[in-house]
């Protein structure tokens, strides 16, 4: 009995190994194309947020991986450039935790003004029908042409930084609106603003 429980188990470690080995090696054979798939869709939603932009560059200090400003992570940020390479704003990607479900991630595009250009949801988990809407073309063309602090109001917006909550969403809002303020305050630093 003994001899059959240690056959067993090793057998279990043997199939298990294997399968580690074979997990592993898919895994590096996909990651590159994974990650390419991910750097073009990151450019797509940039281009976006960014018309007017030719290209989009690194700085030299570039804002990236764990930069975290206002419970905001920065996860990208790079110049906006004309066709003579003159940079126009930055492009950044941002992402609040403070979704309904979890993190939400931005793409905003900011012009040399501190002037939101666009912004498109990119990535989040809101609840269908109620934070989903966040992904909303109408919801997110109301940050065009906001500078300053964006706030929400429920009753109709009534200043130029404010939009319209979505109904029903406050926590994807908010969070909406911390990831764009926090892009906000990236984009100044990057363009040497105040």
Do not use: W
């Not at 043997?14 to 990151?42: D, K, N, Q």
């Not at 109301?142 to 404010?162: M, R, W």
């Not at 911390?178 to 100044?188: D, K, Q, Y």
Request: hydrophobic share 40%.
């Amino acid at each position: 009995m003994i001899k059959k429980i240690i056959k067993d188990a090793l057998a279990l470690v043997a199939i298990t190994v294997v399968a580690g080995v074979c997990l592993s090696f898919v895994h590096e054979l996909t990651e590159p194309t994974i990650e390419a798939a991910e750097a073009e869709e990151r450019t797509a939603s940039y281009r976006e947020v960014f018309p007017e932009a030719a290209d989009f560059i690194s700085p030299e200090e570039a804002l990236s991986g764990a930069t975290s400003i206002d419970g905001v992570t920065i996860g990208e940020a790079l110049f906006a450039v004309d066709s003579d390479g003159n940079v126009i704003g930055c492009v950044i990607s941002s992402t609040s935790a403070n979704g309904y479900v979890g993190n939400v991630t931005l793409s905003v595009g900011v012009d040399l003004e501190n002037t939101v250009t666009g912004m498109k949801v990119t990535s989040m988990s809101e609840s269908p029908g109620f934070g989903s809407h966040c992904q909303d073309e109408d919801f997110q063309a109301q940050f065009k042409g906001v500078s300053g602090e964006v706030t929400y109001v429920s009753d109709g917006k009534t200043q130029p930084n404010e939009i319209d909550m979505i109904s029903g969403a406050t926590f994807t809002t908010r969070a909406v609106t911390e990831a764009v303020n926090g892009a906000l305050e990236s984009a100044r630093s990057l363009l040497g603003g105040e």
